[in-house]
Nanobody, 125 residues
């Protein structure tokens, strides 16, 4: 059983930066993919970034490529999302997700991830 707890959200002006953290507890060695998703009011949840096996490979949505960086601290069982040059359209609830599967398809698809955190709000004005 794995639990995910996000933190680090807040309010920031456009052009600013935030770093989100997601701490995993439980059977973390089983996890293959760790990912960040976001959901803005009235919109569907969308994939932002994913990391495969503790940072061996990473995948980003086009909308955040070159602005966001996903990374992992294996000793702390924590995955981070460094967000730079934030824009108002980045405003959303951000969720951490995990998947024990090695499957290399639908990497940023909501449906493939069985484990979710509660989310942390990011507001960019």
């Amino acid at each position: 059983h794995v639990q995910l707890v996000e933190s680090g959200g807040g309010s920031v002006q456009a052009g600013g930066s935030l770093r989100l953290s997601c701490v995993a507890s439980g059977s973390t060695s089983e996890l293959k993919f760790m990912a960040w998703f976001r959901q803005a009011p009235g919109k569907e949840r969308e994939g932002v970034a994913a990391s495969y096996i503790r940072g061996m490979s990473t995948v980003y949505a086009d909308s955040v490529e070159s602005r966001f960086t996903i990374s992992q601290d294996n000793a702390k069982n924590t995955v981070y999302l460094q967000m730079d040059n934030l824009r108002p359209e980045d405003t959303a609830m951000y969720y951490c997700a995990a998947d024990p599967s090695h499957e290399w398809t639908r990497i940023l698809s909501v449906k493939r991830y069985p484990i979710w955190g509660q989310g942390t709000q990011v507001t960019v004005s």
